[in-house]
């Protein structure tokens, strides 16, 4: 007789535990569990209302943000087979100015950034990189500086990629540093990512910054860089 009690309680102890974990039915939908849309970007849930939501809501806003339709007076400063790559100057007309903003703002929610007021608004020069599919998916904003202080290297053991990814303090040297250029965004699409825009993006501004002069990757400075861009800008200087 107690065995069974027991048996019996045991039971509506685990009838009690399954009830409180979310289940989803897979009756043969079409997309099932975690999705990546291929034209967002976003991770989202399949089948979840919520997510769901969320997704319609952040692909709208998406892709709005990125679609160009160009002007007459772009300054094209690079071209290439995938893409080309448009200067946008603070005296620009509004529509481009707008269309830098509505970039930035995405750029800003993906990368965490806080809106900043930047030091020199009348010299900041905003390159997009404009797909052949008429989308903006790669983003360089950068503005004159005349100084910057250097990341020091990391300690011996402090290289891993689980210590590289979880911290952003970086430790930087306290004595300055001449510097003629300061990049306060770098964004590449993810879906359009490893295609070397990033890198274009970068070369592209070493041309185009001042006149007449093609700067060193001594002469150019990046705000808060993450783990992944540390890593870049290294094996950038190293080529």
């Known amino acids: 007789m107690k065995q069974t009690n027991i048996q019996k309680n045991a039971n509506t102890r685990d009838t009690s535990k399954k009830t409180k ?6 009756a043969g939908q079409k997309h099932f569990g975690a999705t990546m849309c291929k034209s967002c970007g976003m991770i989202y849930t399949a089948s ?9 809501q952040h692909h709208h806003r998406f892709l709005e943000g990125i679609k160009y339709v160009g002007w007459k007076k772009e300054r094209v400063v690079a071209e290439f087979w995938d893409g080309k790559i448009v200067l946008v100057l603070p005296h620009d007309p509004s529509f481009a100015i ?28 905003t390159f997009l990189f404009v797909s052949d599919e008429k989308r903006v998916v ?19 053991g402090l290289g ?15 004595v300055p540093e001449p510097a003629v250029c300061g990049i306060s965004r770098i ?6 990512r490893r295609k070397r825009i990033a890198r274009r993006l970068v070369d592209t ?6 006149f007449g002069c093609f700067l060193s990757t001594d002469e150019i400075a990046f705000s808060d860089p993450t783990p992944d861009d540390y890593r870049r800008l290294n094996r950038y200087q190293e080529t």
């Open 187 to 192: 964004w590449v699409f993810r879906l359009k």
């Open 98 to 125: 707008k269309k830098v903003e509505d970039v930035q703002e995405l750029v800003d929610n993906e990368l965490g950034f806080q809106q900043v007021v930047p030091k020199c608004p009348n010299k900041i020069k």
């Open 21 to 26: 974990d979310q289940l989803i039915i897979d």
């Open 48 to 56: 979840n209302p919520e997510d769901e939501m969320q997704h319609v």
């Open 205 to 210: 501004l070493r041309n185009c910054f001042m």
């Open 160 to 174: 891993s990629p689980t210590s590289a990814e979880c911290s952003r303090a970086w430790q930087c040297s306290d």
């Open 138 to 156: 790669g983003c360089l904003i950068a503005e004159p500086i005349k100084q910057a202080f250097r990341v020091l290297s990391e300690p011996a």
